[in-house]
């Protein structure tokens, strides 16, 4: 299974754009990725997936060079609501992602 | 339900008991997990079920940890001879299926072992 390795915190200023990078240099040809968001004393919830490229939905944006080394997940506007902590996961289906890695904790300042 | 519910919220329990948890999917969710959280760490993967069946339960630490699911939806966690080192965030997740990307958590079971 790919490791990943993400910044373990960032700040940001309420209605920046956040970018968090995540870096799976071991990436397998059948991955997909995927980002959680977790709120304190709350179960991590979905925010995006994707093989390649960009996808983009309602919350979030996700890029994913060539190589599929690393994904940013992109955050517009942020805002207080947005203070989590945010994983990364590769796997090799959608679904199977099984492993968090310790996520980056977010902190949107006012 | 609407979401995936577990219970109980909360647990303390003392060093060497038995302790259950429960968790009782989306409705129609063939795939469950289960997972841990200790303070501070990311969800550590314990075990999966697609329908009755544990897929793969590599995760789960020792044999003291034991899941089942007998009818293909309601899951029970049981640790025995609970340890200190066992207290922890204990979740649970579903999906439609295993390879459909979008796993629902509940809000979590907390064991205290004292």
């Known amino acids: 299974l790919a490791k990943t390795t993400q910044p373990i915190s960032m700040d940001s200023y309420e209605g920046q754009e956040v970018n968090i990078t995540c870096s799976h240099n071991?990436?397998?040809?059948?991955?997909?990725i995927t980002w959680y968001q977790q709120f304190p004393s709350q179960g991590p919830r979905f925010i995006i997936q994707g093989y390649k490229t960009k996808v983009t939905n309602e919350v979030a944006s996700l890029f994913i060079p060539a190589d599929r080394k690393s994904s940013t997940l992109s955050l517009p506007r942020v805002s207080l609501s947005d203070t989590a902590v945010y994983y990364c996961l590769v796997g090799d289906a959608p679904g199977n992602q099984f492993y968090f890695g310790t996520g980056t904790s977010l902190t949107v300042i006012p | 339900g609407a979401g995936v519910s577990q219970t109980p919220s909360n647990k303390v329990t003392e060093k060497g008991k038995y302790v259950e948890l429960r968790c009782d999917p989306i409705s129609g969710h063939t795939a469950l997990y289960w997972y841990r959280q200790s303070l501070g760490q990311g969800p550590e993967f314990l075990i999966y079920?697609?329908?009755?069946?544990?897929?793969?339960d590599s995760g789960l630490p020792n044999d003291r940890f034991f899941a089942v699911r007998p009818e293909g939806s309601v899951s029970t966690l049981k640790i025995q001879r609970t340890e200190r080192g066992d207290s922890a965030v204990y979740l649970c997740?579903?999906?439609?299926?295993?390879?459909?990307?979008?796993?629902?958590f509940g809000e979590g079971s907390r064991l205290t072992v004292l």
């Open positions: 079920f697609q329908g009755t069946g544990a897929a793969d």
């Open positions: 071991n990436i397998a040809t059948n991955d997909y």
């Open positions: 997740a579903s999906s439609r299926a295993v390879g459909t990307g979008e796993l629902f």
